[in-house]
C-alpha cells in the first residue's frame, strides 16, 4: 500500500505532466507496471499519456528501476534523467525523439532499452557506454550502426526492423552474445560469413527482405531455434540448414518455393512448419518423418494430394490445408489422434473419409468451399467439434448425427442446395445452443 505522502508526491508529479483529470492520476497509479517497494517508487508507467515533456525533478524518484514513456509526444528529455542511477529499464517507443541527453550515458546499470519508432537520424552512440544492456529495440528509425556498438558485450537481443538496411551493418558480428537479431523489413539481399560468430543466436527475423536464396552461412549456427524468411523471394530450401537440429520453427511464407525437398526430414525437432502461400504442388513422403510437429501451414499453395503416411504426424495439432487443388483425402489422416484444428476449405474434395470419426480432439473443422454433396453420419462421432463450416458446397441434406456433436457452437451451412427438410435439424441445433448460419433466402420455402 503507497503511503499518503508518497501518493501526494506522485500526484503532484503527474499534475506538473499536464495529468490533471483524477482519472488519468488514477489510471497511472493503478498500472500494474507503477510499483511501490516500502513506499517507495521503483516502477511508473506513464506510457499512452500524451504528454509532451519530461519535468526535471523526475530524478525525485531517485530509487526508480523502471520507467515506461512509450506513446507520448515527447521531443526532448532533461539532463536529469542521468540522475535516475538505478534505472534497469526505459521504454521510450513512439515519441518524437531526435536525441538523447549527454548525461544518458551515466545509466550504466540500464539493461533494456526500447527507442523504436522515434525520429533518431543518427544512433545515440551515449548507449555504447551502457555495458550492461542486453536488450536494446532500435526499430523504426533511420540510422547506420556505429563500430562502437561492439562494445556492448551483454547484448542478447537486437531489433533493428525496417531500419533502411541494404546489407548487414559489419559491427553485429562482433556481439557474440546475440540470442535474438531482428533484421526484417529491410532490403538485405545476403549474410556475409562472419555472420557464423553469432553462435549463440537463437532467433533471427529476416522477413520480407530481398532474399532469393536461403545464406548458406546459416547452416553453421547449430544454436538456431527459429528462422524466418516470411515475404522474400526464395525459390528452393537450401540443404544447408538441414543441418539445424535444434531448429524448432521454420517459416517460409510468401515465397516462390516449388517444392519441399526429402531432406526436410532431417530436422527432427522441428514444432511448426510455415510453407503457404508459395507454389508448392507435391508433399514428399519424407514431411511425415517430423514426428515432434505441431503446427503445418500449406494454403494457398498447389497441392494435389496428401501423403499415406500422413498419421506419423503423432504430435500435429493444427493442419491448415485450405485452398489448393485437393480433391481427396487418404483414410490415415483419422489417425492424427493429437489433431485440434484442421482447414481443409476451398479445394475440390466430393467426400471425407469416414476415418474422421476417429478425430475426437478436433475443434474446428472448415469444409467450407469444396464439392461435397453428402454429409456422413461419422461426422457425428467427432464430439469435440465447436465450430464446423459447411457453407459453399452442393449439401441437399444433412445427417442427424449433428445432434451428437453436444460441444458444437458454432454451424455454418449457408450456399447449399439444402432441402425443406433441414430445417428441423438446424432448428434443434439452434435449440441446444448452437449458432447456426444459414443464409439460403429460401429457407422454409424449399
Not at 518524437?96 to 544512433?123: G, M, W, Y
Not at 516462390?256 to 526429402?262: A, D, H, L, R
Not at 469416414?354 to 454429409?375: A, H, M, P, Y
Request: some cysteine.
Amino acid at each position: 500500500m503507497i503511503s499518503r505522502n508518497e501518493r501526494s508526491i506522485l500526484s503532484g508529479f503527474l499534475e506538473e505532466l499536464g495529468l490533471e483529470r483524477e482519472t488519468q492520476i488514477e489510471r497511472v497509479l493503478a498500472s500494474a507496471k507503477t510499483r511501490f517497494v516500502n513506499d517507495i517508487v521503483v516502477s511508473l508507467d506513464l506510457s499512452w499519456c500524451e504528454i509532451d515533456h519530461l519535468p526535471p525533478n523526475v530524478d525525485q524518484f531517485k530509487f526508480l528501476e523502471r520507467l515506461d514513456l512509450r506513446y507520448n509526444h515527447l521531443r526532448d528529455l532533461p539532463e536529469t534523467i542521468g540522475n535516475l542511477k538505478l534505472l534497469r529499464r526505459l521504454d521510450l517507443r513512439g515519441n518524437c525523439l531526435t536525441s538523447l541527453p549527454s548525461s544518458f550515458q551515466a545509466l550504466r546499470e540500464l539493461e533494456k532499452l526500447d527507442i523504436r519508432e522515434n525520429r533518431f537520424a543518427a544512433f545515440p552512440e551515449c548507449t555504447c557506454l551502457m555495458f550492461k544492456l542486453d536488450e536494446l529495440k532500435l526499430s523504426y528509425n533511420q540510422f547506420t550502426i556505429p563500430s562502437c556498438m561492439k562494445e556492448l558485450k551483454r547484448l542478447r537481443s537486437l531489433l533493428l526492423k525496417r531500419m533502411g538496411f541494404t546489407k548487414l551493418p559489419g559491427t553485429i558480428v562482433s556481439l557474440q552474445r546475440l540470442r535474438e537479431l531482428d533484421l526484417s523489413n529491410n532490403h538485405i539481399d545476403s549474410l556475409p560469413s562472419a555472420f557464423e560468430d553469432l553462435n549463440h543466436l537463437r532467433i533471427i527475423n529476416l522477413q520480407k527482405n530481398r532474399f532469393i536464396k536461403v545464406p548458406p552461412v546459416l547452416g553453421k549456427i547449430n544454436s538456431l531455434r527459429r528462422l524466418d524468411f516470411r515475404g522474400n523471394s526464395i525459390e528452393a530450401i537450401d540443404e544447408s540448414i538441414y543441418n539445424l537440429d535444434k531448429l524448432e520453427r521454420i517459416d517460409f511464407v510468401s515465397n516462390n518455393i516449388t517444392e519441399i525437398p526429402p531432406g526436410i526430414s532431417a530436422m527432427k525437432n522441428l514444432h511448426r512448419l510455415g510453407l503457404y502461400d508459395n507454389k508448392i504442388s507435391i508433399l514428399p513422403r519424407e514431411i511425415c518423418d517430423l514426428r515432434k510437429l505441431e503446427k503445418i501451414e500449406l494454403q494457398f499453395n498447389q497441392i494435389v494430394s496428401i501423403p499415406p503416411s500422413i498419421d506419423k504426424l503423432e504430435a500435429l495439432e493444427e493442419l491448415v490445408l485450405n485452398s489448393n487443388s485437393l480433391d481427396e483425402l487418404p483414410r490415415s489422416i483419422g489417425g492424427l489422434n493429437s489433431l485440434k484444428l484442421l482447414y481443409l476449405h476451398d479445394n475440390n474434395l466430393t467426400c471425407i473419409p469416414d476415418t474422421f470419426k476417429n478425430l475426437t480432439k478436433v475443434r474446428d473443422l472448415w469444409l467450407n468451399g469444396n464439392q461435397l454433396d453428402e454429409l456422413p453420419r461419422v461426422i457425428g462421432s467427432m464430439t469435440g467439434l465447436e465450430r464446423l463450416n459447411l457453407a459453399n458446397n452442393r449439401l441437399e441434406s444433412l445427417s442427424y448425427s449433428l445432434l451428437d456433436l453436444h460441444n458444437l457452437k458454432f454451424l455454418m451451412v449457408g450456399d447449399n442446395p439444402l432441402e425443406r427438410q433441414a430445417n428441423d435439424l438446424l432448428e434443434q441445433l439452434s435449440a441446444k445452443g448452437c449458432e447456426v448460419t444459414d443464409d439460403r433466402s429460401r429457407r422454409g420455402n424449399n
